[in-house]
């Protein structure tokens, strides 16, 4: 929890501003466009802009297009969506590392010119063997003491495709015996006949991330380089491209990297390999699958940026690893939605219900408040008629102890509407009940009754004639939490319950006309969105956002 004081970001960039060393802060989000966003990802975003946004600094998107194999255009359109949903602005900074491969091979040039990189022709097995391990140093490459001449016109022709995939690489000429195996000469650059995205057939070498990252950095200005642990260990051969490439004196000065621990979910799938395999298989609906945590996946589902942002600023940002529980997440859109989204009264799993001394063919209308806890929302009116439908669990024929809803002889309210009391059901050959009657007690118009008697229950309802006829889709975790999330073979252990489709739902009318992303509360069961690529006018689909209830409690501390 990172509620009170400055982060150990924030405390560096502070650092570097009041001692001159940066003028504006810059930040980038670097996303690699092989796949959609995630929920570690949003955090990435988030954290990045909103640092930018506080020290009154840019922020830059920059696509890290550097590993043609794996990229697709299709992933930077979404990547985009995603981040402006989000609410990161970049304005006119969206770049691809891609642009600046003219100067990437400069700076390799330059390397080799000061005696700082050369061309290997070891296999990638034998550069493999030649670096050694964590205990014992690495053995210098056979062909690390060509002239520059030599390396300058391998280089070249490497470039100009003379060498065949794979078969010689440019390294940087650093350290084999480094307790740092990132520094054991690592490759800088490899020849690949791919045909990039946005630079089509013009190269058939690309250059290594380490080596590409930190000039991207430096060319765009970028002050303070954020980045996951992982690269904790790379973050001197950051500082050494920079500086042997010229682009900055010491390891303090910038463009500098800094690194947070990665945001995980506890028992939640966010690696990109996975979820592939997951869309690929069909077992999920697609990237932007409700159950996922891609954050097409959110927004489909129906969370809000506002509930992102907060959840990503209740989490913080830390030095060490943890795992975070999905149920903060569903805190953060039932905070976000309390007072945003109407109440409305949807039945879920209907049952009929008649009310026998309620004339035939009346109908009323009864005001009711849009959300009870936000005044300013306002009221509508809701139908009311002889035959409504319930939900089927409001109803049993033989109660147990302490279930105060609809049994025979009981009365309870029907919300907002009337005291009914239960007079007998009916029930078909199966024995299934299929209809409830009651009586009903017009003095207690608008759900209390003047001689002051009290019911335990309240139910919902809505009325059988005018109510829309939707699909409600409900979700839990797309893993078996009890057994964990891998199978002992490494595949994911799903839970085969992970979505449930309740095909004939009834909704108030008012919600007739609702629209994709459209969020509501169903009385009683939870937060609701209309889904955005299934919903179809006159086919209304709900996915369940989050319950209504939870045992989740904020940590304690300041708020
Ligand atoms: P994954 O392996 O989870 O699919 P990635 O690291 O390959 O993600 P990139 O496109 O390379 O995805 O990441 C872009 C940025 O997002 C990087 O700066 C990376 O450090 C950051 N990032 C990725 N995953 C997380 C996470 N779980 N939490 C926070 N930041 C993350
Ligand atoms: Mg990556």
């Given amino acids: 929890m990172e509620n009170t004081g400055k982060n150990f970001i924030e405390q560096i960039i502070e650092k570097d501003l009041a001692e001159g060393h940066v003028k504006q ?12 966003l995630h929920i570690g990802h949003a955090k990435s975003i988030l954290l990045n802009y909103g640092l930018a946004q506080e020290y009154n600094g840019k922020f830059n998107v920059r696509f890290d297009d550097t590993n043609p194999t794996k990229e697709k255009t299709e992933f930077v359109q979404s990547i985009k969506e995603d981040i402006e949903w989000l609410g990161a602005d970049w304005e006119d900074r969206l770049f691809f590392a891609s642009d600046y491969f003219d100067q990437m091979y400069e700076c390799a040039v330059k390397l080799i010119r000061d005696g700082k990189a050369f061309v290997c022709d070891l ?7 030649y670096r050694g391990t964590l205990t014992e140093p690495g053995k210098e490459s056979p062909y690390r003491g060509r002239s520059i001449e030599e390396n300058l016109k391998l280089f070249e022709e490497m470039k100009n495709g003379v060498y065949e995939d794979g078969t010689k690489v440019l390294r940087a000429k ?9 520094m054991r000469d690592p490759v800088i650059y490899r020849v690949a006949r791919m045909t990039h995205h946005n630079t089509g057939d013009k190269w058939c070498i690309y250059p290594m991330y380490d080596f590409a990252h930190p000039i991207e950095d430096a060319i765009e200005g970028v002050t303070h380089s954020i980045c996951t642990l992982e690269f904790e260990d790379h973050r001197p051969l950051y500082d050494w491209v920079l500086i042997e490439c010229g682009f900055k004196k010491t390891a303090q000065d910038t463009p500098k990297q800094i690194e947070f621990a990665k945001l995980y979910l506890t028992n939640v799938v966010t690696g990109k390999r996975y979820i592939k395999k997951l869309v690929e298989e069909k077992i999920v609906d697609g990237w932007n699958d409700p159950r996922l945590v891609s954050i097409a996946a959110l927004k489909r589902r129906g969370f809000t940026p506002e509930s992102i942002r907060k959840f990503v600023d209740l989490v913080g940002v830390s030095k060490a690893n943890s795992s975070v529980d999905y149920a903060m997440l569903e805190y953060c859109i039932r905070e976000d939605l309390k007072l945003k989204a109407p109440r409305i009264m949807a039945v879920t799993d209907p049952l009929r219900l008649v009310i026998d001394n309620y004339p035939q063919d009346q109908e009323e209308l009864l005001e009711v408040e849009n959300n009870l806890e936000n005044p300013e929302m306002g009221k509508r009116q809701v139908p009311f008629s002889k035959e409504l439908f319930i939900n089927r669990d409001d109803f049993m024929e033989e109660p147990p102890r302490k279930y105060f809803r609809l049994f025979p002889g009981n009365e309870v309210r029907l919300m907002g509407a009337y005291f009914v009391k239960c007079t007998g059901f009916d029930k078909d050959e199966s024995g299934k009940v299929t209809t409830v009657h009651c009586t ?3 003095a207690s118009r608008g759900g209390n009754s003047p001689d002051g008697r009290k019911v335990k229950g309240t139910i919902h309802w809505v009325s059988a004639k005018t109510a829309v006829k939707c699909e409600v889709r409900m979700f839990e975790n797309l893993i078996d939490e009890e057994k964990g999330v891998y199978n002992p073979d490494g595949s994911l252990n799903l839970n085969p319950n992970s979505l449930t489709v309740l095909p004939e739902c009834y909704i108030e009318p ?5 629209k994709a992303y459209d969020r509501f509360q ?13 919903s179809a006018p006159g086919r209304l689909v709900f996915n369940r956002i989050v319950s209504l209830k939870s045992s989740f409690k904020l940590p304690a501390g300041p708020a």
């Fill in 510 to 514: 008012s919600v007739a006309d609702a």
């Fill in 123 to 129: 296999s990638a097995d034998e550069i493999r063997e």
């Fill in 522 to 534: 169903f009385v009683r069961t939870g937060f609701f969105c209309v889904d955005a690529k299934d």
């Fill in 174 to 182: 650093i350290d084999m015996a480094s307790p740092n195996m990132n």
């Fill in 440 to 442: 009903y007690d017009p």
């Fill in 25 to 36: 802060v810059c930040t980038r989000f670097p996303p690699e466009p092989n796949g959609y």
